[in-house]
């Protein structure tokens, strides 16, 4: 067995109602002066009224303005926010680009500079204050990992930062928040789960407790409990509660065993071209596997039983595609989801060969190969 560090997540909380007790059953209660971070949709929704009656009065500033993807200028604006108002700790009400957001504000706040200084590996080094997440989406596992992704909307470009103590520290999942989620949404982000799990599953930093996080998260997305279910009959709280779980442990995975080449690929789109980060890992997921088998086929194959299909890789790969663009529906090609035209594909590829998830890939990608993958999904 190869040697390997494993970077365990933060407490999570499971069961339905618990997002309305954050203020007083957990570490929140110790906090009178708490920045509470959502977006309009979810607010308008209604689900972050729990959470705002259980801090009551503690809730110091309550921000609704993020954006798909989040806005590295509203993040580090709400930071200077919380500075002058004495916040003393954070909550995240949202889908993955409101994790990523107070994550962002966060680290800010504790090291004084802007999300492009801390861009890259480690650069945070600094405790952030306490913050808590409350998941309204299943898929992007934030409230579990050490990445802060937050889109710079004017140069159309992704931060990422990946550093330990971007790690919440605690994680409320209550899947009665998921209940009524469009399916669309449901779709895209149980996709954007199931890539984590695959790339963790074969990464070059992958290891066993990784592979085991990933295969159960596997088994509840694409099982018979799984993705189906929660799009077939949306207001089952069971179907919501397994998804949630399978995001959360999908991050998990991801934040021990890394991503790769199907994220490289997914940011670069996103950040040119805003299309939903779910929704880009399914375009090229089929492709990535494809061209990871040769070295990694077999840990593709074992998947075999998790999915009801022979233990080969062309059996998974083939369920994967069914899953992804059948079960999820999402599109087959680039110019499906956005105006990209061909002469945009190499400076794409060129930037996710450059792209931070790239290297941990099981199979070394260049620019040539990341363009051809390109190519055929255009």
Known sequence: MQSFQ?????????????????????????????LVVTDATVRRAGLVDGVLASLGARAA??????VPDGDVAHTEALAARAKEAGVTALCAVGGGSVLD???GVGAVLATGKTLRDLEGVAKVRTRLLPLVCVPTTAGTGSEATQFCVVK???AKEKRILVDTNLIPALAVLDPALLVGLPSKVTAATAIDGLTHSMEALVSRMANPIGTALAREAIRLIAGNDGLARALTAPDDVAARGRSLVAAHLAGQAVNTSMLGACHALAHVV???FGVAHGVANGLFLVDVMQAN???VGDS???LGPLLGVEATCEAVVAAVERLVHDVAVIPRRLRDVADIAEADLPRLAAAAANDPDLPTNPVRLDE????????ARW
């Open 293 to 295: 088998a040769a070295k």
């Open 61 to 66: 500033i309550v921000d609704d303005g993020c």
């Open 368 to 375: 040539a190969a990341l363009l051809s993958i390109l190519r």
């Open 152 to 154: 710079d909307q004017a």
């Open 101 to 103: 957001t107070a994550k």
């Open 300 to 302: 593709y194959a074992a």
């Open 270 to 272: 996103g950040a040119g």
């Open 6 to 34: 494993h970077t365990p997540s933060g407490p999570s909380i499971f069961g339905v109602g618990t997002a309305s007790t954050v203020g007083e059953k957990t570490l929140l209660k110790k906090h009178e002066r708490v």
